[in-house]
Nanobody, 120 residues
Framework: QVHLVESGGGLVQAGGSLRLSCVVS????????MAWYRQAPGKQRELVAA???????NYADSVKGRFTISRDNAKNTVYLQMNSLKPEDTAVYYC??????????????WGQGTQVTVSS
């Protein structure tokens, strides 16, 4: 069974930084795209950033220049470095990964989410 576990969320003042981590585990053969999404209260879940297995990245316009996504393929881990945080970045952040496992063909998996709160 594939599991994604996020960590690193919390409360930070505007202008501050946080680093999110997400570890993928459980019978993994390969991981393709890894991504971070977020969902604020009353809003739809939106893509924040994504990174391919080869390291290509893309970002939502709202976070370009402030957030950086990276991955460590040896550790099956994806990171999101968030700098210059704004109150509008407040949301639950979810990790997503497209995984090929021993038990299944390619599937998308989600983490449980980690809360990021930015105070003004």
């Amino acid at each position: 069974q594939v599991h994604l576990v996020e960590s690193g969320g919390g409360l930070v003042q505007a202008g501050g930084s946080l680093r999110l981590s997400c570890v993928v585990s459980g019978g993994i053969l390969r991981i393709d795209v890894m991504a971070w999404y977020r969902q604020a209260p009353g809003k739809q879940r939106e893509l924040v950033a994504a990174i391919s297995s080869g390291g290509s990245t893309n970002y939502a316009d709202s976070v370009k220049g402030r957030f950086t996504i990276s991955r460590d393929n040896a550790k099956n881990t994806v990171y999101l470095q968030m700098n210059s945080l704004k109150p509008e970045d407040t949301a639950v952040y979810y990790c997503n990964a497209r995984v090929l496992s021993f038990r299944s063909s390619w599937e998308n998996y989600w983490g449980q989410g980690t809360q990021v709160t930015v105070s003004s």
